[in-house]
C-alpha cells in the first residue's frame, strides 16, 4: 500500500500510523451534550467503498493527512494534510 | 551408478561433472541439471513417498509446480526439508535424502496405509479422530503428525544470512520466457526502467524445452543471445532464480531471489536468498502455461509424469526417465513430446489420443483410446489401453507422458481477488476479473499459446505500456516462430477408475471429488477444505483443473459455473529465513543505548529491555549475590547520601510558540497557563474518553518555550498525541512540537547530598541554593566551564533531587565526572529497580498505574482536572460511572506478618467476605522490599481506599494459593510531608 504525502511524496504505507476516520477532526464543543461526545468518541460508520481517515507520517515529514481511500478496491484517492481540510 | 539414461544434446555443460548424493547413493550429474534431472539420467524415477498412502511417487513435472519430487536437501545446519527436486539446482557435493518413508525409499513400513486406503476417504480425518475429545490431544494428534508430514527440520540455526531489499521500475515483468523476452526488448529499448525476473535460472521459459527454432536460430539460442542483448542496456534489470510471489496493493510485488540456493555455501559476505519489495508503475504477467495431467488408474506410477516434463527432460537436460516411452494426450501438444523423444532416440511405444482424427506419424503408432491401467510397483513398467475400436492392449514401457492440456498460470492475477474466466477455445481459465493495479497479461498466461503469440503479445504489450509511461516505442525485429492453434478435446479423467489420482501431493483421487460432493461439500472451497485437494507446497498447480471439471461434472454445471479457489500469495513455498531477513536474534530490533551505557558495563550493570532501550537495572558490586542486595544498597546509600540515574529514555518533547502554555492547557488536565518562568510542573494526561494517559513534568523555560517529559514507553505516542492536537483539533495556534528525546543526556541526582555533588560541577553564577534554585525550580545553565546544560529540581524519588540535562554527546564525560566528583559523598549509581523501589516508597504512580483503566480520580489526582478549561479528556473525565462514591483510589499496603511479600497483581477482599470476582475490593499495582521500612510494601487500588486508612483486608491470588492480611495504609512511606524534596 502507498500514500501520496502532499510534502513527502508517494511513499509506502510503513511510513505512516494510521488513527482512524476523519470524523475525529469534529471534536465537540467543551459544552456539547453527553450524547455528543459519545458519538465523536465510540462511533464509526463501516463503508464498503469510499472513505476519509487519518494518518500520521510518522516515519516522514510528521503530517497528519486526511487519506480518502475505497475499502473495496484498496484504491487510494488522494491525501491531504489537515490543516489544509475541513471536517465533514 | 553411470548416467545410463543421459542422452544426446542438450543444455548441460558435459565439461562440468558433478557428484551427488542421493539416499547414501552416490552418483554423477552435469552443471546445468537439476536434482530431478540428474537423477532420472542416473535412471532413478522413485524419489518421494506420498503424503497420505506412502505410494512411490517420480516427478511429475520440470517445475515449480511438483507436487511429488519432494526431497530433504543439504546436510547439518543448512538442511532444508520439501526441497523440489524439479528446481534444485545440482552442484557438486549436493546430498539429498527422500522423505516421508521408512526405513528406506523402497520398503515404506507406512505404505501399508495404501492398503487401508478405503479407510482414508475424503474427511477420514474428520470422521475418525472426533471421539473421544480427550484422546485428541495425546493420542491421536501426535499419531498423526508422526504419519504424516513430509521432511524435518535440522533444529539447529540457520547459519546463513537472508537480506531484504527495495527495488523501483517503470515495469517489471514476470516470466522471461518467449513474450517476456520480447517484452523486455521493446520496453527496455524503450528507455523504460525494467526488472524482468525469472523463476529458472536460465531464462528463456519453454524456448530451453523446445526444439523451435526461432527465425534462423535455435530457440535457446534467441534466448540466450536475448538475455545478452538485455544486460547490455542500463536500464534493465536481469534477475534470473527470483521467483515473483505476490502483487500487492497499488503495484508494489513481493519477490525473492535465491542468490545461493545453487552453491553448497553462500559466497562470503553474501546472503543465501534476498525478499525483494518491487514498486512498479506498470507490470506485464509473462509467466507462460503449465500443463495439466490427465486422472486414470495407478496414474501416480514413478516414470508417469506431464508430456512437457518429459520433453524438457529429453531437449533441455538430455534426460529420460525410460528408454521406451509412451504418451497419453487429449490434445496435439502431446505429439510433440513423442516427435521429440524419438527425435532423441527414445523408443517411442505409442501415442494414445483420446480424440478420433488424431493426428498419425510414420515414425511410431498412434492409438484412439483410454489408459485403463498401469503396473509397476516402485516403476512403470506397462500399461493397459481400452481401444476406442474396442478391445484392450497392454504397452510395455518405463514412462508416460500425460498431456491433458494446458493452464496459462494465471496465480499472479488473482492476487488482488481477480477470478479468471473460461475460454472454450483452449478449454482452460484465462486471466479475468480486476488485475492488480497497473498489470497486463501476455502470452501463454493470457491463453495465446503459440510461439508466434507470445513474441507478438509480449512486443505489443510492452509498447503500449511504454507509450501510456511516455516514451516512443518501435516493436524490436521479432523472429519468425511456429504459430500452431491449440487442437484439444476436453478430457479430465478416465471413468470408472477405482484409484485415479487427482493431487498427487495430497493423495486425492477422482472417488473422493465424488465422495465429497455426495457429502454436500458442493462449493469448490469447500471441497478444497474437506478432501485436501490443492493444497499443501504445490497449491493444486496441476491438480485444481482436473478437481473442478470432475465436480462440474457430477453437479451437472459447467466449468466456469463451478468456478475456481483462490490463488494467494506466496507463489511457490517461501522460506521463513527471508521473510525475517536479518531481524531474528538479538537484531530483531534495534537497540537503543543510553548515553552512560558504555559506563554501566564498565560497571558490570546488568541491563534490563524496557522498550528498544537497554536501561541499567542495578550495579552489582562484589561479594553481593543477589539482586535484592545490590538494589538495597544503591536505595539506602541514595536516601542517605546521594545516587545518580540514567533518566535520558524519559521522552522530551520540546514547545515552542506564543500559544505554547495554551497549548499545554489541552494537552494536560491541571492548568499550565500560570506556570511561571523558571518553574516546572506536574501535568497528568488524559485520553479523550477521560482515562489517564500518561504523565510527566513541563518546565518553562521561557515565556514561550517549556520542556515536556513523557514516561519512556510512551515517547512516541505522547508525541504523536500532541503532534495530533496540535495539527488536528487545534491548528490555529501558534505552537511547534519537537522530539528532543536523544538530543538530550539527563540523569537524576538524588539525595540529601545531590545539590553539594551539583554545585562542584554547576558553574559558580548559578545559585542552587534552597532559595535561589527551589523545588520545581528549572533553567538553562553552564557546567564545567561553559558546557550549556539544563538543571530541573523535580524528584521521582522523593529526595532532594535535580535533573541536569546535558547535550547526548556529553553524557559519558557527564557521568563520569559526577561519580569522580562524588566519591567524597560515597555518591551511587543506581538502576531502574532502585528507582522502582523509591517511587513506590514515595507513593508515585507509573506505567502500573496509568494502566489504561484508571482515571484522574483513581490516582488521587480527580482534584486537578480543572474545571475552568477544556483541556483533552475533561469533559468525558466528569462522566457519572467514572466519578461512582465507592471508586478505587490509589493506597498503600503493607502485610500485617511483616515476613511476608505483597505481591503485584493479587486481588483485595474485605475480611468476612466471599472471595470471588463479585466481591473484588481492588488489585495490588506495584510492590516491593523497602530497604528502608525493613519490609515490603506495595501500591495499589483499592474502592474508596482513601476513606479505608487502617483497614486490615485480605490480599488473595487465587492462581498462587496467596492468602494472607495487609493493612491499608498512605502511598507515601517515606517523608509523607515532602520536607526532604524541599530541603
Request: hydrophobic content about 40%; overall charge neutral.
Amino acid at each position: 500500500m502507498r500514500i501520496p504525502c502532499p510534502i513527502c511524496g508517494t511513499r509506502d504505507r510503513r511510513e505512516f500510523y494510521y488513527q482512524g476516520a476523519a470524523s475525529m477532526l469534529d471534536r465537540p464543543a467543551a459544552e456539547a451534550p453527553l450524547e455528543v461526545w459519545h458519538d465523536y468518541l465510540h462511533l464509526r460508520d463501516n463503508p464498503a467503498g469510499g472513505t476519509r481517515d487519518l494518518w500520521y507520517h510518522a516515519s516522514g515529514c510528521g503530517s497528519w493527512l486526511v487519506v480518502e481511500r475505497d475499502t473495496v478496491t484498496h484504491e487510494v484517492l488522494g491525501a491531504a494534510l489537515v490543516e489544509a481540510c475541513d471536517a465533514d | 551408478m553411470t548416467q545410463k539414461n543421459r542422452l544426446q544434446g542438450g543444455l548441460i555443460d558435459r565439461s562440468r561433472s558433478y557428484t551427488f548424493r542421493f539416499d547414501g547413493k552416490t552418483m554423477t550429474g552435469h552443471a546445468g541439471d537439476t536434482l530431478a534431472s540428474a537423477l532420472l539420467a542416473n535412471g532413478v524415477r522413485l524419489m518421494g513417498r506420498s503424503f497420505k498412502y506412502h505410494r512411490p511417487r517420480g516427478p511429475l513435472t520440470a517445475g515449480s509446480e511438483e507436487p511429488n519430487a519432494i526431497v530433504e536437501l543439504r546436510e547439518g545446519a543448512r538442511q532444508e526439508p520439501n526441497t523440489r527436486a524439479t528446481t534444485a539446482e545440482l552442484f557438486d557435493g549436493l546430498v539429498a535424502r527422500s522423505q516421508n518413508r521408512w526405513p528406506s525409499l523402497a520398503f515404506d513400513a507406512l505404505s501399508v496405509n495404501d492398503r487401508l486406503s478405503s479407510f482414508f476417504a475424503a474427511g477420514f480425518y474428520y470422521k475418525t479422530f472426533m471421539w473421544p475429545a480427550a484422546f485428541w490431544e495425546k493420542l491421536y494428534e501426535p499419531m498423526i503428525r508422526r504419519a504424516a508430514g513430509l521432511g524435518s527440520l535440522s533444529l539447529q540455526d540457520d547459519p546463513d544470512s537472508y537480506d531484504k531489499g527495495f527495488l523501483h521500475c517503470d515495469l517489471l515483468i514476470t516470466g522471461a520466457g518467449p513474450a517476456g523476452l520480447a517484452a523486455a526488448l521493446t520496453a527496455g529499448e524503450a528507455g523504460l526502467r525494467v526488472i524482468l525476473a525469472d523463476e529458472d535460472y536460465v531464462m528463456g521459459g519453454r524456448l530451453n524445452a523446445e526444439t523451435f527454432s526461432l527465425g534462423d536460430m535455435a530457440g535457446h539460442d534467441w534466448a540466450a543471445q536475448t538475455v545478452a542483448r538485455l544486460r547490455s542496456l542500463p536500464n534493465v534489470r536481469v534477475m534470473p532464480r527470483t521467483t515473483v510471489l505476490g502483487a500487492f496493493d497499488h503495484g508494489i510485488y513481493g519477490a525473492v531471489e535465491r542468490v545461493a540456493d545453487h552453491l553448497a555455501v553462500p559466497e562470503a559476505g553474501k546472503p543465501r536468498q534476498i525478499l525483494w519489495r518491487i514498486y512498479t508503475k506498470r507490470s506485464l504477467l509473462t509467466a507462460g502455461a503449465l500443463e495439466r495431467p490427465i486422472a486414470f488408474e495407478n496414474n501416480d506410477r514413478p516414470g508417469i509424469m506431464l508430456a512437457s516434463a518429459l520433453r524438457a527432460y529429453a531437449n533441455r537436460w538430455a534426460a529420460t526417465p525410460a528408454q521406451r516411452v509412451a504418451i497419453f494426450t487429449n490434445n496435439d501438444d502431446g505429439h510433440r513430446t513423442a516427435a521429440d523423444l524419438h527425435a532423441k532416440g527414445v523408443k517411442v511405444a505409442a501415442v494414445i489420443d483420446t480424440r478420433p482424427g488424431q493426428p498419425v506419424s510414420t515414425d511410431y503408432e498412434v492409438l484412439q483410446g483410454e489408459i485403463i491401467d498401469t503396473a509397476g510397483r516402485l516403476g512403470l513398467t506397462r500399461i493397459t489401453v481400452r481401444l476406442a475400436k474396442g478391445g484392450t492392449r497392454e504397452i510395455e514401457c518405463g514412462a508416460l507422458g500425460v498431456s491433458g492440456g494446458w493452464n496459462p498460470n494465471v496465480s499472479l492475477t488473482c492476487h488482488q481477488r481477480g477470478r479468471p474466466v473460461w475460454e472454450e477455445g483452449i478449454a482452460a481459465f484465462v486471466p479475468g476479473g480486476t488485475l492488480p493495479d497497473g498489470m497486463t497479461v501476455a502470452g501463454a498466461a493470457q491463453g495465446l499459446f503459440s510461439t508466434h503469440a507470445a513474441l507478438t503479445s509480449g512486443a505489443e504489450a510492452a509498447a503500449q505500456i511504454a507509450t501510456d509511461l511516455g516514451h516512443a516505442a518501435t516493436k524490436p525485429d521479432l523472429p519468425q516462430a511456429e504459430d500452431a492453434p491449440v487442437q484439444i478435446t476436453p478430457f479430465w479423467h478416465v471413468t470408472d477408475a477405482k484409484r485415479a489420482w487427482v493431487d498427487q501431493q495430497n493423495d486425492v483421487t477422482a472417488k473422493d471429488v465424488k465422495l465429497a460432493h455426495q457429502e454436500n461439500f458442493v462449493s469448490v472451497e469447500h471441497l478444497k477444505r474437506y478432501t485436501t485437494l490443492g493444497m499443501a507446497t504445490d497449491q493444486g498447480k496441476t491438480s485444481n483443473m482436473a478437481g473442478l471439471a470432475i465436480m462440474a461434472e457430477i453437479a451437472g454445471k459447467t466449468i466456469p459455473e463451478v468456478g475456481t479457489t483462490m490463488f494467494r500469495p506466496p507463489y511457490t513455498p517461501t522460506a521463513m529465513g527471508v521473510l525475517a531477513g536479518r531481524s531474528r536474534g538479538t537484531d530483531f530490533r534495534p537497540v537503543r543505548k543510553t548515553p552512560s551505557h558504555t559506563w554501566a558495563e564498565e560497571q558490570g550493570a546488568v541491563f534490563v529491555e524496557v522498550g528498544n532501550w537497554l536501561r541499567a537495572q542495578w550495579f552489582p558490586r562484589k561479594g553481593e549475590t543477589t539482586w535484592r542486595e545490590s538494589v538495597d544498597r544503591e536505595v539506602l546509600q541514595t536516601r542517605k547520601s546521594v545516587g545518580i540515574c540514567d533518566v535520558t529514555t524519559l521522552g522530551k518533547i520540546d514547545v515552542q510558540g506564543t500559544d505554547a502554555a495554551a497549548f499545554l492547557n489541552r494537552i494536560y488536565c491541571n492548568g499550565f497557563a500560570k506556570l511561571a518562568v523558571g518553574r516546572t510542573r506536574y501535568g497528568l494526561m488524559l485520553r479523550e474518553d477521560g482515562i489517564a494517559m500518561d504523565d510527566g513534568t513541563a518546565a518553562r523555560l521561557a515565556e514561550d518555550h517549556f520542556v515536556v517529559t513523557t514516561t519512556t514507553a510512551n515517547a512516541v505516542s505522547v508525541y504523536r498525541h500532541m503532534e495530533f492536537v496540535r495539527q488536528c483539533l487545534f491548528p490555529d495556534m501558534d505552537v511547534q512540537l519537537i522530539s528532543t528525546t536523544e538530543a538530550w543526556a539527563q540523569f537524576s541526582v538524588a539525595g540529601p547530598n545531590a545539590r553539594k555533588l551539583l554545585q562542584k560541577v554547576v558553574d559558580p553564577e548559578f545559585d542552587l541554593s534552597n532559595e535561589g534554585f527551589p523545588f520545581m525550580a528549572c533553567g538553562e545553565i553552564t557546567i564545567c566551564g561553559g558546557l550549556r546544560a539544563r538543571l530541573f529540581r523535580i524528584s521521582f524519588s522523593g529526595e532532594l533531587a535535580y535533573e541536569i540535562a546535558v547535550p547526548t554527546r556529553y553524557g559519558d564525560a557527564l557521568i563520569r565526572r559526577l561519580m569522580r566528583e562524588g566519591q567524597e559523598f560515597d555518591v551511587v549509581a543506581y538502576g531502574t529497580e532502585a528507582l522502582g523501589v523509591m517511587r513506590i516508597e514515595k507513593g508515585h504512580a507509573a506505567g502500573n498505574e496509568l494502566n489504561g483503566t484508571t482515571t484522574a480520580l483513581n490516582l488521587g489526582m480527580g482534584r486537578m482536572v480543572s474545571q475552568a478549561k477544556d483541556s483533552i479528556g475533561a469533559v468525558l473525565s466528569r462522566r457519572e460511572g467514572l466519578n461512582e462514591p465507592v471508586a478505587l483510589k490509589l493506597v498503600g499496603f503493607k502485610p500485617v506478618d511483616p515476613t511476608h511479600k505483597v505481591p503485584a497483581g493479587s486481588h483485595l477482599m474485605t475480611k468476612g467476605a466471599p472471595v470471588d470476582a463479585a466481591h473484588d475490593q481492588g488489585y495490588v499495582t506495584s510492590a516491593c522490599y523497602s530497604p528502608n521500612l525493613g519490609h515490603h510494601i506495595a501500591i495499589g487500588y483499592l474502592k474508596s481506599g482513601d476513606q479505608r486508612l487502617g483497614e486490615i483486608v485480605r490480599l488473595v491470588s487465587p492462581l498462587t494459593g496467596f492468602d494472607h492480611d495487609v493493612e491499608v495504609v498512605s502511598a507515601h512511606f517515606v517523608d509523607p510531608e515532602g520536607e526532604r524534596l524541599r530541603a
